[in-house]
């Protein structure tokens, strides 16, 4: 009788999967009151959808956040919703990083750079119902001094050890006083990881505020659920009256990029990011969807590690240069909605030097370099190929064939090399790649967040992956860094991007335009460069 | 039985002791000073060497597995160095996720599998015998990814029956109870948001149901031709008894071990193979939990991940073998 079991179970599962299909139909018939309110029939996920109101936008993204509390991360993923829990003193443009007022109304700077002086906005509160005021600010800012290098990154490397304090000079009025002159920092203070935070819920939560995030934006924090949502709703006593319009968005993550396209085309999510390029013509062919491009504040490239082989020789690097026929790129990887590198910033940074020009594509004049540089006959090197998409690099693979077929040309064999990704990130950090994919999306739209960040050798051992180094470029950068005087500035980074081109580090490759898709009823929404955007006036219908 | 059931379980002591030293050299394998690691290129040398201290990693090694080890036996499983919650809090929902699609897979793999293997069997060399193990080969050999998103494509955009990806309609969240949802939303007798889930179940669950599906049903066909081909069937079927009760109980019954060996592997299997699934259908389980992990250089959690992930396998196993006694008399353990 026993061994009958076996069979009984097999039956049993199948009857239990046919009940399983039919209880949900049939119990609908509302044994209970509470199910009456929300109707749960087949389309029960459709038409809960409208009776828990459009007023929900769900946000598709590739990775779920590291933190809720910006200050103590560097993850953009973690900055897309934070921007709209915090706020910063200054606030940039709606789509680029000019300053605007943010929690600060006025601000005036000493004649010596070094006294900046801020009118805070007054009748603003924090979603725990304290105020926000100077004695706020300033907590936030000794917060951050006092922390360590690894646990506040971005405070360390923009303002470091260069505020020497921060005064509230009354209920309303705060200075911060430097030792030297900080060139950006006014739009250092317009970055996500800089948004004031509540001090009362900073005591209460000490090592948790990273998952019980308050601050003054038009959104309140509700729930986390790692790896799959974030879901924030409207903030009744924001201080900007009529905003947000949105009562609810849930930052969903959907890792793979088709995956989170076929969730926007069949209604789950309302909104996503990391299109495909290749996705675009499909979506416009949909008259329910919409796309959107982020302006571009990023530039990908191949760099060149100066330290390695023939790459440490100057004309090498400028044949390869030669070789890359960037167009093609752009054509077969972005759908066009890229623009070639030149310089290793994109155009719209203050700054940037129009009169540089790029080595054009020329396989010929690449050979002759190379003649000179005593490789007729071409070498070997490894040419290293991003694992994961990002939007300066939608497919890492494909466009490192296509360089690859671009040295060949040239009889320069590349051998492919893909690392997972943080390992690939450590080793090229570590100066193991002859050539690698990499890219940069800038924090604040200065010319300082790209050449002093990527390409001074200061930055060797965190973003300089290639080990550049240039004492000039170095002593050009270093003075546009404590020069107040936004020409002057400017002159110096051009002088720097001139300096770079002829050294050629990298191949700075494409500034891509990011592309987003949404439900053809969202309107209002205004992607921003640096990739974390503000949803407070977004609408749906 | 019962003195085999216990040797069966002590002999778990070792695999379990050697399966805890594996992952605890394979973790201390990766190259490079975790503590530096994990504080990233910009760390001071003090913060570096506090960090190696704090984690003991100044102590001999033996001093450290067996505090390492001393934390399993009381729960401890170490502390996220991402979200610096203790990994025993935290693992719950990414395990409840996990458990409750592989299941689903299982029975699902189970019930077709094992189906299509007896009818196969009973009909060999029938249309029914060839198209099934046609299908059998392609599904063993069937690209999740391609799978997975042809599945979204189908059933969500183009039919638009079943939702592409996550656990539940967002907009109408799951209180979570136990986090395992079916049970979840049954408890609070929410029926429209158990059918919701259910619905969200189906896809994946496929998805990750196809291998071990072909596998399950490969065997059983080749078990029971060769059962069914034994002197007691003649038997049977010579004393007039329905066919159907000559297969479903006389010829499975004795074909069923086999089957049971590989359900028990590909369970196993299913726990911490679903990265794939779990990727392209955005579930959030152990397989991303871990990858995450990796990615992130989380040495703690991808240890204890590791581990559990073993420790289900091994009791799977152990449930199986406990099994065999129980269903087929002629298998003594002495």
Redesign the interface.
């Given at each position: 009788m026993?061994?009958?079991?076996?069979?009984f179970l097999?039956f049993a599962?199948?009857l239990s999967?046919a009940l399983?299909?039919c209880?949900?139909?049939s119990?609908?018939g509302g044994t209970?009151e509470?199910?009456d309110k929300?109707?749960?029939?087949?389309e029960?996920?459709k038409e809960?959808?409208e009776?828990?109101g459009n007023n929900?936008l769900?946000f598709g993204r590739g990775g779920?956040s590291?933190s809720l509390d910006p200050a103590v991360t560097t993850e953009g993923e973690a900055f897309k919703v934070t921007v709209n829990l915090f706020e910063t003193l200054i606030n940039f443009g709606e789509q680029d990083t000019e300053i605007e007022a943010g929690l600060a109304t006025e601000w005036k700077t000493s004649e010596d750079g070094l006294k900046h002086t801020l009118k805070l906005r007054e009748g603003v509160k924090f979603h725990d119902g304290t105020d926000f005021n100077a004695e706020a600010v300033v907590y936030n800012f000794d917060r951050w001094k006092a922390g360590?290098?690894?646990q506040f990154?971005y405070y360390?490397s923009q303002f470091g050890d260069k505020i020497e304090s921060v005064v509230a000079v009354d209920e309303y009025t705060v200075e911060f006083n430097l030792n030297k002159p900080i060139a950006p920092f006014f739009k250092n203070l317009a970055m996500s990881p800089f948004g004031i935070a509540s001090p009362a819920a900073i005591e209460k939560h000490g090592?948790k505020f990273?998952e019980n995030p308050v601050g003054t934006g038009p959104f309140v924090f509700k729930?986390w659920?790692?790896?799959?949502?974030i879901?924030i709703e409207k903030f009744a006593d924001y201080w900007q009256e009529g905003l947000p319009k949105l009562d609810q968005v849930?930052f969903?993550?959907?890792?793979?990029n088709?995956?989170r396209l076929?969730?926007l085309?069949?209604g789950?999510v309302d909104l996503i990011d990391g299109v495909n390029f290749s996705d675009v013509a499909t979506i416009e062919g949909n008259p329910d969807l919409q796309v959107f491009e982020r302006p571009t504040l990023n530039v990908a490239y191949l760099g060149l590690t100066n330290t390695r082989g023939p790459l440490q020789d100057k004309l090498v690097r400028q044949a390869l240069n030669h070789a890359v026929d960037k167009k093609a790129l752009i054509d077969a990887f972005y759908a066009g909605a890229a623009d070639p590198a030149i310089n290793p910033m994109p155009p719209v940074v203050a700054g940037y030097n129009d009169a540089v020009e790029d080595y054009p594509y020329d396989p010929e004049k690449a050979k002759e370099l190379l003649k000179e540089a005593g490789y007729e006959n071409g070498f070997e090197m490894e040419l290293w190929a991003m694992p994961v998409p990002r939007p300066y690099m939608p497919d890492g693979q494909k466009v490192a064939e296509a360089l690859q077929a671009n040295f060949e040309a040239i009889g320069v064999k590349a051998e492919i090399v893909s690392y997972?990704?943080?390992t690939y990130l450590?080793k090229a950090?570590n100066g193991e790649a002859d050539s690698f994919l990499l890219g940069w999306t800038g924090d604040n739209g200065d010319a300082d967040n790209f050449l002093y960040v990527l390409l001074d050798e200061d930055a060797i051992?965190?973003n300089n992956y290639t080990y550049y180094k240039n004492p000039e470029v170095h002593e050009l950068l270093l003075k546009a860094q404590a020069s107040s005087d936004q020409a002057e500035r400017e002159e110096l980074y051009k002088q720097a991007q001139v300096i770079i081109k002829d050294d050629a580090p990298w191949i700075p490759l494409v500034h891509s335009r990011p592309i987003l898709a949404g439900k053809a009823g969202i309107s209002n929404f205004k992607p921003h460069p640096t990739g974390s955007d503000l949803l407070s006036n977004v609408e749906l219908k | 039985m019962f003195s085999y059931t216990i040797k069966r379980v002590l002999s778990l002591v070792p695999v379990l002791l050697g399966l805890s030293l594996i992952v605890f050299f394979m973790i201390r394998a990766i190259p490079?000073d975790p503590a530096q690691?994990i504080?990233?290129?910009?760390?001071?040398k003090e913060?570096v060497e506090e960090l190696t201290k704090q984690l003991g990693l100044d102590q001999p090694w033996y001093i450290q597995y067996f505090t390492y080890l001393g934390g399993l036996l009381t729960g401890d499983l170490g502390e996220s160095i991402?979200?610096?919650t203790a990994i025993s809090q935290?693992i719950w929902?990414?395990l409840a996720a996990t458990i409750e699609l592989s299941f689903c897979a299982i029975?699902?793999a189970?019930?077709i599998g094992?189906?299509a293997g007896i009818i196969s069997a009973w009909y060999q060399n029938s249309w029914f015998d060839y198209i099934a193990m046609v299908l059998a080969l392609i599904g063993v050999s069937m690209p999740i990814f391609w799978l997975?998103?042809m599945e979204?494509?189908v059933f969500?955009?183009n039919l638009?029956w079943l939702?592409?990806?996550?656990?539940e309609?967002?907009?109408?969240?799951v209180t979570s109870i136990t986090n395992i949802y079916m049970i979840d939303t049954l408890l609070q007798?929410?029926?429209?948001?158990?059918?919701?889930v259910?619905?969200h179940l189906i896809l994946p669950a496929f998805a990750l149901a196809t291998i071990p599906m072909a596998i399950i049903a490969r065997i059983t066909r080749s078990s029971m031709l060769e059962v069914m081909r034994s002197d007691f069937i003649r038997t049977a079927r010579a004393k007039g008894l329905r066919m159907f009760w000559v297969v479903?109980?006389h010829s499975?019954?004795n074909a069923?071990i086999p089957v049971l060996t590989i359900i028990g592997l590909q369970t196993g299997l299913l726990l911490g193979g679903a990265i794939l699934t779990e990727?392209?259908?955005?579930w959030?389980g152990m397989g991303?939990?871990i990858y995450?992990a990796?990615?992130?250089?989380d040495y703690p959690v991808i240890q204890s991940g590791i581990l559990i992930i073993a420790f289900i396998f091994v009791m799977i196993n152990l449930v199986v073998d406990l099994l065999y006694a129980?269903?087929d008399p002629r298998i003594k353990y002495n």
């Open positions: 026993k061994k009958r079991g076996i069979l097999v599962l199948l999967l399983v299909g209880s949900g139909n119990s609908t209970k509470e199910e929300d109707t749960g029939t087949e029960g996920t809960t959808e009776a828990a929900t769900v779920d590291t360590n290098a690894e990154y360390n090592d990273i729930e659920k790692r790896n799959d949502r879901t849930i969903r993550s959907i890792p793979e088709s995956a076929n969730a085309a069949s789950e997972e990704w943080g450590e950090n051992g965190s | 490079g690691i504080l990233g290129q910009l760390a001071t913060a991402k979200t610096k935290e929902p990414y029975v699902i189970i019930v094992v189906n997975g998103l979204q494509w969500a955009i638009d939702p592409t990806s996550g656990r309609e967002v907009r109408n969240p007798g929410r029926m429209d948001q158990f059918w919701d259910v619905k479903y109980k499975l019954k069923i990727t392209i259908f955005s959030p991303r939990y995450d990796i990615n992130a250089r129980a269903i």
